[in-house]
């Protein structure tokens, strides 16, 4: 484990703060993205959004729940790679591109069939892919890798996961405390929205009546993720998708990056024990960067995207 130090100003100094800032008070310049819709093993589709350089290496990064290639975090990252001549891809996952799928099934946080797809319309072009998530996708990433394990494409040589929840149940409790309401609320509006629009679509296959049921974001996993996407229930979908049990069977360089003060993460998401005894596997515990934050007041990059290009490049 690295205790690397990241220096933000006083308020920054706040997880919650940290968390909520570059959402409020970030200023971007909007990407001149190149999209290209790719087709699933199911027949769905897939948008991916390119920032291209003409380098024979590309960056895959991984948005978090109910984010998209429009994300801050995303954008910065992005922005700092091709400038350092990467080329990049911006996965949306199903229904984050700002349209409807065509299957009455979304995404979920170990749905690595979607990313292998993304994965296999890149190899022929490059030479070198890297991974990059955040949050949900930090766990898609670090699931991809482990469950691949000595099988993975030679093509693909690191992996940088950011404010990873590793242990889904624990990270899905957790959100759930008072001091989170604000988050879970933004997150259940956004997805009790998509489920309304899938209702109008699929009618009787989704139980519009159990939304009465839904006061947490374990209770939608439990009775709308888990079982639309073929898990039993919320356990079942926790336990097989959380990333923490494929830690140990990483090959490839691996940084996970969770900060001390993230109000997301319980103590089960940090996964010291398996980073200790996964050589190929760096955990990095800044003291503060609450939830994919890691934010700076009047500079263009963020200390998240800095560390992400220069670990990348190594």
Same mark, same amino acid.
């Given at each position: 484990?690295?205790?690397?130090?990241?220096?933000?100003?006083?308020?920054?100094?706040?997880?919650?703060?940290?968390?909520?800032?570059?959402?409020?008070?970030?200023?971007?310049?909007?990407?001149?993205?190149?999209?290209?819709?790719?087709?699933?093993?199911?027949?769905?589709?897939?948008?991916?959004?390119?920032?291209?350089t003409?380098?024979?290496?590309?960056?895959i990064?991984?948005h978090?729940?109910?984010?998209?290639?429009?994300?801050?975090?995303?954008?910065?990252?992005?922005d700092?790679?091709?400038?350092?001549?990467?080329?990049?891809?911006?996965?949306?996952?199903?229904?984050?591109?700002?349209e409807?799928?065509?299957?009455?099934?979304?995404y979920h946080?170990g749905?690595?069939?979607?990313?292998?797809v993304?994965?296999?319309a890149?190899?022929?072009?490059?030479e070198?892919?890297?991974?990059?998530?955040?949050?949900?996708?930090?766990?898609?990433?670090?699931?991809y890798?482990?469950?691949n394990?000595?099988?993975?494409s030679?093509k693909?040589?690191r992996?940088?996961?950011?404010?990873?929840?590793?242990d889904?149940?624990?990270?899905?409790?957790?959100?759930?405390k008072?001091?989170?309401?604000?988050?879970?609320? =933004?997150?259940?509006?956004?997805?009790?929205e998509?489920?309304?629009?899938?209702?109008?679509?699929?009618?009787?296959?989704?139980?519009?009546?159990?939304?009465n049921?839904?006061?947490?974001?374990?209770?939608?996993?439990?009775?709308?993720?888990?079982?639309?996407?073929g898990?039993?229930?919320?356990?079942?979908?926790?336990?097989?998708?959380?990333s923490?049990q494929f830690?140990?069977?990483?090959?490839?360089p691996?940084?996970?990056?969770?900060?001390?003060?993230?109000?997301?993460?319980?103590?089960?998401?940090?996964?010291?024990?398996?980073a200790?005894?996964?050589?190929?596997?760096?955990?990095?515990?800044?003291?503060?960067?609450?939830?994919?934050?890691?934010?700076?007041?009047?500079?263009?990059?963020?200390?998240?995207?800095?560390?992400i =290009?220069?670990?990348?490049?190594?």
């Amino acid at each position: 484990m690295k205790n690397e130090k990241y220096n933000p100003g006083f308020l920054l100094k706040s997880g919650h703060f940290n968390t909520i800032y570059p959402t409020l008070f970030r200023r971007q310049k909007a990407p001149e993205y190149k999209r290209t819709r790719l087709t699933t093993f199911d027949g769905d589709f897939l948008d991916i959004d390119f920032l291209k350089t003409g380098s024979k290496k590309i960056a895959i990064l991984c948005h978090g729940l109910e984010g998209s290639s429009q994300s801050k975090y995303i954008i910065g990252t992005g922005d700092i790679l091709m400038n350092a001549g990467w080329d990049v891809a911006a996965m949306n996952y199903r229904f984050c591109s700002g349209e409807v799928n065509n299957k009455l099934r979304m995404y979920h946080s170990g749905a690595t069939e979607d990313l292998q797809v993304v994965i296999n319309a890149l190899y022929d072009e490059y030479e070198e892919i890297c991974l990059v998530g955040f949050s949900l996708g930090g766990n898609l990433c670090l699931k991809y890798c482990g469950e691949n394990g000595n099988q993975i494409s030679s093509k693909i040589s690191r992996v940088v996961a950011v404010s990873v929840p590793v242990d889904l149940k624990a990270g899905s409790i957790n959100i759930g405390k008072p001091s989170n309401f604000i988050y879970e609320n =933004k997150f259940l509006d956004s997805l009790v929205e998509k489920l309304h629009v899938k209702h109008k679509k699929y009618g009787d296959e989704i139980d519009i009546s159990k939304l009465n049921e839904v006061k947490k974001l374990y209770d939608f996993d439990d009775l709308f993720t888990g079982p639309i996407h073929g898990f039993k229930d919320a356990e079942d979908y926790y336990r097989q998708c959380s990333s923490k049990q494929f830690i140990n069977d990483i090959k490839i360089p691996a940084l996970i990056i969770n900060a001390e003060d993230d109000p997301f993460l319980p103590e089960e998401c940090y996964p010291f024990k398996e980073a200790e005894q996964n050589k190929n596997v760096s955990l990095v515990v800044p003291k503060y960067g609450g939830h994919v934050g890691f934010a700076f007041y009047n500079e263009k990059y963020y200390w998240i995207e800095r560390k992400i =290009k220069s670990w990348l490049e190594k």
